[in-house]
């Protein structure tokens, strides 16, 4: 089992950015893909980007690709999410997910240890 600590949230202006760091415990982060999710109030969780093991790989949803980056420093367990040009609908509690796979999915079930997740908020 893997512990995820999510940090780098908080209230952002829309057209602002922001870099959401997790870290995990355990000597197994190299081994597992990463991704991030995020759930707004009333709405189901959502994929928002994923990370192979390796970080040779990545995979965006539609609504943050070209404008967010998914990224991963094994030596320090940490992968990062940076969102660029952030909108109002960008506000959610962000998580991260560790996969028991090495290539990352964008389904929720396929991540089987998750973080406490982090308020983002973009205000108008």
């Known amino acids: 089992q893997v512990q995820l600590v999510e940090s780098g949230g908080g209230l952002v202006q829309a057209g602002g950015s922001l870099r959401l760091s997790c870290t995990a415990s355990?000597?197994?982060?190299?081994?597992?893909?990463m991704g991030w999710f995020r759930q707004a109030p009333g709405k189901e969780r959502e994929f928002v980007a994923g990370?192979?093991?390796?970080?040779?790989?990545?995979g965006y949803a539609d609504s943050v690709k070209g404008r967010s980056t998914i990224s991963r420093d094994n030596a320090k367990n940490t992968v990062y999410l940076q969102v660029n040009s952030l909108k109002i609908e960008d506000t959610a509690v962000y998580y991260c997910?560790?996969?028991?796979?090495?290539?990352?999915?964008?389904?929720?079930?396929?991540?089987?240890?998750w973080g406490q997740g982090t308020q983002v908020t973009v205000s108008s």
């Open positions: 997910a560790a996969s028991y796979l090495l290539v990352a999915s964008r389904a929720a079930g396929a991540y089987n240890d």
């Open positions: 355990g000597r197994t982060f190299s081994s597992k893909a």
């Open positions: 990370i192979s093991a390796s970080g040779g790989g990545t």
